[in-house]
């Protein structure tokens, strides 16, 4: 039986949601499967520093945040900033590697693949390394020397990895892995699916149910803007306000609640709110995007955030079924068109059913279950493209530490 350890970080829900779907579909197919949060290996403080910065620049600073995010994919495997991002963890990581004896270990999260990369480069390791892009694009903390495998969303991303040197033979095409129960819930007929569960929620049937979804954080903002929203288009359609871990927004909308208003905090059964919403105001989060584009749902993505948000808003942009506004006035524009117009949203969905990769999970799972079953060759870039190939010469004390723990 083979053993896999699927490395994720809870920054956001994103990367946890592919870590569990893969470790669903790995399990069906017969294997043992570790999951693991790299972000609590680290020390308190600084997970919770990082944890806030995140959040905060997301929500208050999304311009500077996406200088980060560029200027850390920019920065080179070798480069000292990266180098010590790389050895974060790293002790953890190696007794978890001893201790399980995975045949493959996957990540959701670039950052532990790079600490994996360091400890193969030293000779900790030899287990292949495979890596689970979440994003319709490609951070540059995903190139290492030590990957095996990628496996990423689309064509577009495979290309920017090949122009940073990776090996053709290195890249899957795969979409990206969305949770069973999306998958399980697109069987049989959507249309008399929705009808059932509407009556179950008790939504009415004659007006479009419109799902405003801030997140697992609930970073959205513009509340008083919404509001007036919610007022101006509740008689002419149904508002479910997925507000998440954010009090404060389920706080501020209890006075809305109505026949058509309906106030939520943190709910598991998205896939349910996906198959009776007509339309979905979000954010544009590559597993979410995923998510609704599997279920057939048009997308109306409120102001993305530079960086990854950027390309995934592009993404569902040109595959035609998602609008994008900046501002909640055009965010008000949208609504009321595609709520006058239910031909625009029945070809949304077309266009999304044209796309979804439902079976991504399933494929990604057998990729990485056939690699465990035989030799693996370590693999690098092509020669003359990046010079990470090249070891350098590490600080041993901590490498003597993990090679004999107490």
Same mark, same amino acid.
């Given at each position: 039986m083979s053993k896999v350890l699927i490395l994720t970080a809870s920054f956001g829900d994103g990367h946890n949601q592919a870590a569990i779907a893969v470790a669903e579909a790995l399990k069906q197919q017969g294997a043992t499967v570790a999951v693991a949060d790299? /972000?609590?290996?680290?020390?308190? *403080?600084?997970?919770?520093? !990082?944890?806030? =910065?995140?959040?905060?620049?997301?929500?208050?600073?999304?311009?500077?945040?996406?200088?980060f995010?560029?200027?850390?994919?920019?920065?080179?495997?070798i480069s000292s900033l990266q180098r010590r991002i790389h050895h974060l963890g790293w002790t953890r990581m190696y007794r978890t590697l001893r201790t399980f004896n995975p045949d493959v270990v996957?990540?959701?999260?670039?950052?532990?693949?790079? /600490?994996?990369?360091?400890?193969? *480069?030293?000779?900790?390791? !030899?287990?292949? =390394?495979?890596?689970?892009?979440?994003?319709y694009?490609?951070?540059?903390?995903?190139?290492q020397a030590h990957a095996d495998t990628y496996f990423v969303a689309t064509t577009e991303v495979q290309q920017e990895l090949l122009t940073h040197g990776v090996l053709p033979q290195q890249v899957e095409v795969t979409g990206i892995p969305v949770r069973q129960r999306f998958v399980e819930a697109i069987e049989g007929d959507l249309v008399a699916k929705r009808r059932q569960l509407r009556e179950q929620y008790h939504w009415r049937q004659d007006l479009p149910l419109i799902v405003v979804m801030g997140g697992g954080a609930g970073l959205f903002g513009d509340m008083g803007e919404w509001e007036r929203v919610l007022r101006k288009?509740?008689?002419?359609?149904?508002?479910?306000?997925?507000?998440?871990?954010?009090?404060?927004?389920?706080?501020?909308?209890?006075?809305l609640r109505s026949e058509t208003v309906q106030i939520l905090?943190?709910?598991?059964?998205?896939?349910?709110?996906?198959?009776?919403?007509?339309?979905?105001?979000?954010?544009?989060?590559?597993?979410?995007?995923?998510?609704?584009?599997?279920?057939?749902l048009p997308m109306l993505l409120y102001r993305p955030i530079p960086g990854q948000e950027d390309h995934n808003s592009a993404f569902a942009l040109q595959a035609g079924f998602a609008r994008l506004a900046n501002n909640v006035k055009t965010a008000q524009v949208v609504i009321g068109q595609l709520t006058d117009s239910p031909e625009l949203l029945e070809q949304m969905r077309a266009n999304a059913?044209?796309?979804?990769?439902?079976?991504?999970?399933?494929q990604i799972a057998h990729a990485i279950l056939a690699m465990s079953e035989r030799p693996h060759p370590r693999t690098g870039l092509r020669p003359g493209v990046n010079?990470?190939?090249?070891?350098?010469?590490?600080?041993?004390?901590?490498?003597?530490?993990?090679?004999?723990?107490?």
């Amino acid at each position: 039986m083979s053993k896999v350890l699927i490395l994720t970080a809870s920054f956001g829900d994103g990367h946890n949601q592919a870590a569990i779907a893969v470790a669903e579909a790995l399990k069906q197919q017969g294997a043992t499967v570790a999951v693991a949060d790299f /972000v609590e290996w680290l020390n308190p *403080a600084l997970r919770s520093f !990082a944890k806030f =910065s995140l959040i905060q620049g997301v929500q208050k600073a999304p311009a500077l945040y996406g200088k980060f995010y560029n200027s850390i994919s920019k920065a080179p495997p070798i480069s000292s900033l990266q180098r010590r991002i790389h050895h974060l963890g790293w002790t953890r990581m190696y007794r978890t590697l001893r201790t399980f004896n995975p045949d493959v270990v996957a990540s959701t999260f670039p950052t532990p693949a790079g /600490v994996l990369s360091e400890l193969r *480069a030293i000779g900790a390791t !030899a287990v292949p =390394s495979v890596g689970i892009l979440t994003d319709y694009t490609m951070h540059g903390q995903w190139i290492q020397a030590h990957a095996d495998t990628y496996f990423v969303a689309t064509t577009e991303v495979q290309q920017e990895l090949l122009t940073h040197g990776v090996l053709p033979q290195q890249v899957e095409v795969t979409g990206i892995p969305v949770r069973q129960r999306f998958v399980e819930a697109i069987e049989g007929d959507l249309v008399a699916k929705r009808r059932q569960l509407r009556e179950q929620y008790h939504w009415r049937q004659d007006l479009p149910l419109i799902v405003v979804m801030g997140g697992g954080a609930g970073l959205f903002g513009d509340m008083g803007e919404w509001e007036r929203v919610l007022r101006k288009h509740q008689q002419q359609a149904q508002f479910a306000i997925i507000c998440g871990h954010n009090e404060r927004w389920q706080r501020r909308f209890q006075h809305l609640r109505s026949e058509t208003v309906q106030i939520l905090g943190y709910v598991t059964e998205v896939e349910q709110w996906m198959t009776m919403a007509d339309l979905l105001i979000t954010k544009a989060g590559g597993i979410t995007v995923s998510e609704a584009m599997t279920m057939e749902l048009p997308m109306l993505l409120y102001r993305p955030i530079p960086g990854q948000e950027d390309h995934n808003s592009a993404f569902a942009l040109q595959a035609g079924f998602a609008r994008l506004a900046n501002n909640v006035k055009t965010a008000q524009v949208v609504i009321g068109q595609l709520t006058d117009s239910p031909e625009l949203l029945e070809q949304m969905r077309a266009n999304a059913r044209a796309h979804r990769t439902p079976q991504a999970a399933a494929q990604i799972a057998h990729a990485i279950l056939a690699m465990s079953e035989r030799p693996h060759p370590r693999t690098g870039l092509r020669p003359g493209v990046n010079r990470a190939v090249k070891v350098r010469r590490v600080n041993r004390t901590p490498l003597r530490d993990m090679m004999n723990p107490r």
